[in-house]
């Protein structure tokens, strides 16, 4: 088993990582996902869920039940979701649900980056509304 003899090296190589990563640059993609997972646990995750699992008090925003196409049984939204575009122009009107619209477009732009990476969308720069566009959840 030669990976058993590779742990050992794995192991020091990792316990000389620096203790705090670096912050990343601003404008880079990885630096809007934290800017968004920040946002989202202060803004969201108390009724959509720490993990965006959902709750009693909303649907989930991560996960195989995630943006069906087409709205919940009883639900205020009134559109389908084809795109992450769709998705996000109907969210920046009406979440957070206690506060609509209270964030900016950068803002809700981040949440969206950070949401579609959990949901193992990978994302190669900065999400914005053509990248948006172009992310089809339901043809
Ligand atoms: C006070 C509770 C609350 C907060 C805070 C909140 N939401 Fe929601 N969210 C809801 C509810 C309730 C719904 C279902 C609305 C409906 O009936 O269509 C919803 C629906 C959604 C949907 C559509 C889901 C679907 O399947 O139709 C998205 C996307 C979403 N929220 C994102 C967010 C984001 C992003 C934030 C943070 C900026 C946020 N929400 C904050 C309560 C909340």
Redesign the pocket.
Known sequence: MRAHFLLPALLIACHHEPAAKAPEPAGTIEAQIEQGKQ??VA??A???GDAGQGSA???P?VGKG???EK??E????DVD?HTAAD?FA??SK?????APGS?STDQ?LA?FAF?LTANGIKLDKPLDGPAAQAIVLHP
Request: hydrophobic fraction near 35%; charge should be positive; glycine fraction near 6%.
């Open positions: 946002l989202y803004r969201c108390k009724c959509h008090k909303a649907p925003v995630a943006f069906p709205p919940r009883g639900a205020k939204r979701f998705v109907w969210t009406h979440m957070p649900g206690d964030l809700y949440i949401d």
